[in-house]
């Protein structure tokens, strides 16, 4: 457990390393559920967390402070129990000779790690973050080392139209060069990578942060509804989503 950066509350931001698990593998885009066993009955649901990391020995899940589980769970020590579960759900396309634009909106940025990581070719991928708090606060300068990068910061109301035509304009680029569009982060950000792709012809990946309970599609907590309008579990069918296969 680490913490990462600063902002407001410089203990917000953590990167929490667990030991791996007996995987035969995993994929950049699939997600943990996660519950320490100290909150025994106090906080019955496990919490799901994008796989940002894995190496031969641990998992690295990057989580930012917004309730109590969060809060408790950046209390871990060394040497405390966790139950975990996973790796759940799908994964971000990877086609290694494309041309492939990574939108991330703030925390959203934690899968795009283990993607970079994983990718054979990452001279072929750039990151765009869009995010509120400093930069230092997330792993960015951890992929601007490996790939084209740059992040634009939300301070204040006319920074978002910034934003909004910095995302448009680099998703006309790559659908122009038949590229690939991944995104992660909250609800209003895709919905603003799927217009865009709409609007431009992009094949474009959306990573859903819907609340989940249990991850393997039981609980129904965490539905939403695909093209067709039909209700899909986001933690089984998803989180990744082609943009023009889901409503936001």
Known sequence: MSPVGQSKRP???YEIRLSLPDWD?????????????????????????????????SVTIFIQKVGRGTARMARLAPGDQVALWGPLGNS????????????AGGI?????????????????????????????????GLLSARVDSRCMLEAQP??????????????????????????????PFMRTVQTFAAEFGARAQVSLE??????????????????????????TRGPIFWSDKVQL
Not at 92 to 103: G, I, R, V, Y
Not at 109 to 136: C, D, M, Q, S, T
Not at 159 to 186: F, H, K, T
Request: hydrophobic fraction near 45%; proline fraction near 8%; charge should be negative.
């Open 25 to 57: 593998g995993w994929k950049p885009g699939q997600f943990v559920m996660v519950r320490p066993v100290s909150w025994e009955l106090d906080l019955l649901w496990a919490r799901p967390f994008s796989i940002s990391s894995v190496d031969n020995e």
């Open 158 to 187: 006319c920074d978002l139209d910034l934003i909004i035509a910095a995302m448009r304009a680099q998703i006309a680029e790559y659908a122009a060069l038949g590229g690939l569009v991944l995104a992660c982060g909250p609800t």
């Open 210 to 235: 819907n609340r989940m309970a249990c991850g393997v599609g039981a609980c129904l907590g965490c539905v939403t509804r695909d093209g067709e309008g039909h209700h899909v579990q986001v933690c």
């Open 11 to 13: 203990d917000e931001f």
């Open 92 to 103: 971000f396309a990877m086609e290694p000779d494309t041309p492939t634009l990574l939108l």
């Open 108 to 140: 959203g940025i934690a899968p795009f790690r283990g993607y970079v990581e994983h990718h054979p070719h990452p001279e072929n991928l750039r990151l765009f973050l869009a995010h509120r708090l400093p930069v230092e606060c997330y792993p960015f």
